[in-house]
């Protein structure tokens, strides 16, 4: 049986397209809180896992011995809109550590943020790797590579000590084994690693509370966290969904998006992660579902205030005419939106 429909676009009075998908919601002792759909299913989790893939700029000492602050591992965390703030982020990081932009290996792409690469083109320049969304993490990647003293050229090969460090780090924030055979390379060539919802939701709780973690890594963590509690639009950027919504919850809540339709969640205050996926990739999906959970844990006036543009956007069309809705579905307002009491499972 397919995962059930979570997310509903209505165009007038009538339902017009449909998501698919699925939400996990665990404790950081696994015990799951909220399941919808296939949670078991592997999924690639892609940009959702960056603040985990950052753990090792902070736990090798690379951070520190390059001087870098919060904004900069903030960054390392990022999907960025590719804005100058973010470019000259990226360039300082490189810069710390001795490198230079031709170091990076995620590629190039026009910035996100539609302004910035308008700006770039009427300038007559072509992007470049720090416009990508992930130069960040792969500044973060080269810095640990320096000071591992391992090779800067194959760091995002996933036999390379970079690599083995961010797969052991999820691997151990997961508590689940990761083979060989659930590797995929990632948009920006970094390896990517199949796990289930219920894994990565689990990581996600032990990454926002620390529990069961060495002392180093939940510092580590801890670190990442505020970083990005401090520093939300170095993590997306100017009226993306992941700043928008930490510049409101601050510390309480840790939320990252990925390609295709994945994102996760840590709430520190309430022990738990979230991972959603969405099938088709939608990322305008995607959001809802995890604005539809995220408003089933904070029931605060002004926590639901903040939650419901993302929890209902409006559909709009070039003449900025609201023509329609994206909104949670039946299946995924009755189980997400009702406050969360034990388990909760579809098929």
């Not at 049986?1 to 165009?11: A, C, K, Q, S, W």
């Not at 804005?83 to 360039?91: D, L, M, N, Q, Y």
């Not at 007559?124 to 000071?147: D, I, M, R, T, Y």
């Not at 959970?293 to 605060?300: N, W």
């Amino acid at each position: 049986m397919g995962n059930p429909v979570l997310v509903e676009v209505t165009r007038g009075p009538r339902v017009e397209s449909w998501h698919r998908g699925a939400v996990a919601v665990v404790d950081a002792d696994g015990r799951p809180v909220l399941a919808l759909g296939d949670v078991e299913r592997p999924v690639y989790p892609r940009s959702a896992i960056k603040p985990i893939q950052a753990l090792p700029l902070v736990e090798s000492g690379a951070a520190d011995r390059f001087g870098l602050g919060a904004e900069e591992l903030a960054l390392a965390c990022a999907s960025h809109g590719g804005e100058p703030g973010h470019v000259a982020t990226a360039t300082r990081m490189l810069q710390c550590s001795g490198l230079d932009p031709s170091a990076l290996k995620c590629g190039a792409h026009w910035p996100i943020h539609q302004p910035s690469a308008q700006a770039l083109m009427r300038a007559g320049e072509q992007p470049s790797p720090l416009h990508n969304n992930c130069s960040g993490k792969h500044a973060g990647f080269l810095c640990v590579a320096c000071a591992l003293d391992a090779d800067r050229t194959r760091y995002t090969e996933p036999a390379h000590p970079v690599q083995r460090l961010v797969k052991a780090a999820l691997a151990d924030l997961a508590c689940a084994a990761i083979g060989e055979d659930m590797c995929a390379i990632d948009g920006c060539s970094a390896p990517t690693w199949a796990l289930p919802l219920l894994s990565l939701a689990r990581a996600f709780a032990r990454f926002g509370t620390g529990r069961g973690l060495s002392s180093e890594r939940a510092q580590a963590a801890a670190r990442l966290r505020a970083a990005c509690a401090e520093h939300p639009w170095h993590v997306a950027g100017s009226g993306r969904f992941c700043t928008e919504i930490m510049r409101h919850f601050g510390t309480r809540l840790l939320v990252k998006s990925g390609a295709e339709g994945v994102v996760c969640a840590a709430l520190p205050g309430e022990g738990l992660g979230i991972a959603v996926k969405c099938d088709d990739g939608a990322s305008r999906a995607a959001e809802v579902m995890m604005a539809a959970t995220a408003a089933s844990l904070f029931r605060a006036d002004a926590d639901q205030a903040a939650l419901q543009p993302y929890l209902r956007p409006a559909l709009r069309n070039w003449n900025g005419i609201t023509v329609g809705t994206i909104r949670p579905s039946g299946a995924l307002a009755r189980d997400a939106l009702a406050p969360a009491q034990g388990v909760r499972t579809d098929p």
